[in-house]
């Protein structure tokens, strides 16, 4: 018995030294890569540990700004790889938005790794980010059933606004509370349904 427990500790060592060697390799193997998987230079200067990689330096060929006093403006740049880009944009509704609603309207372009040239002319607003381009996929038709579920969602929403207004117009307080929903609305915040208020 005493003989298979020596034999036991022994296999075990064995094993436990075979194992602390094969990490040591792999740490070694591992500190030659630096992020990308590409071996350091064993002969390399290594009084300079933070080297950074770059890539290819690409020139600024045009670069124009145009800031008005209104807050509009207008900027276009090219790049010496053939990226162009041009935008305009403004402020509006300071009416009904205290910070007014910056519209953007712009385009550019450059050539894909393919080869093929690409342009995108897009608009930012208060309605979102929308791009146009031939590259970018279109979405199927909405499916007649579908579209009628939405119509029949929107027309719900716009019967219930219909009903919260007539509300309004007979009850002061309650106009008040509508009021309030839709500036915080506007401000982003959600208070909830009036209609059971």
């Known amino acids: 018995m005493k003989v298979f427990i020596l034999i036991a500790l022994f296999a075990l060592s064995c094993h436990a030294q075979q194992y602390n060697q094969r990490q040591q390799q792999q740490q070694q ?19 300079h540990e933070d080297q950074r990689e770059t890539s290819t330096w690409i020139p600024i060929l045009k670069y124009n700004k145009e800031q008005s006093e209104d807050g509009s403006y207008k900027t276009e740049y090219e790049t010496g790889n053939s990226i162009i880009h041009e935008e305009t944009g403004f402020l509006k509704d300071f009416d009904t938005n205290p910070n007014g609603v910056l519209v953007q309207h712009g385009q550019y372009s450059y050539q894909s790794p393919d080869g093929t040239h690409v342009n995108v002319q897009y608009t930012a607003d208060e309605n979102g980010f929308r791009a146009t381009g031939d590259h970018i996929p279109t979405p199927p038709a909405i499916p007649e059933e579908i579209q009628k579920g939405l119509d029949q969602i929107y027309a719900g929403i716009k019967l219930q606004q219909e009903r919260l207004e007539q509300r309004a117009k007979s009850d002061p307080g309650f106009a008040k509370k509508l009021e309030e929903r839709r500036l915080a609305n506007q401000n982003g915040q959600y208070i909830g349904l009036l209609e059971n208020q």
């Open 29 to 47: 193997h591992h500190a030659h890569l630096n992020a990308n998987n590409i071996p350091h230079d064993e002969k390399a200067d290594h009084r």
